[in-house]
C-alpha cells in the first residue's frame, strides 16, 4: 500500500512545444527545441523586465561622459 505514485507535473514538460522533456536535454524534449529556445533569447524574443533607472543614476552617467 506504500506505492509511490508518479505523477506528471509541468516541470517535466518541454518548456517549448509541451512535450516529455528528455533527460539529455532537460527542460527540453530534443536539441532543436533547445536551439529555438536559446535563438528566441539571442533575438531578444524573451526579455526581463525593469524598471527606469532613477534619475541620479542618469546624472551620473552625464558626468562620466566628460
Do not use: H, Q
Not at 26 to 36: G, I, L
Request: net charge negative; with cysteine; charged share 40%.
Amino acid at each position: 500500500m506504500n506505492e509511490k505514485k508518479t505523477t506528471k507535473t509541468a516541470s517535466s514538460d518541454c518548456v517549448v512545444c509541451g512535450k516529455p522533456a528528455d533527460e539529455k536535454y532537460k527542460p527540453f524534449c530534443s536539441k532543436r527545441c533547445a536551439d529555438r529556445d536559446l535563438g528566441k533569447w539571442m533575438n531578444e524574443g524573451y526579455a526581463i523586465p525593469a524598471s527606469e533607472p532613477p534619475e541620479y543614476l542618469e546624472d551620473l552617467e552625464d558626468e562620466e561622459e566628460f
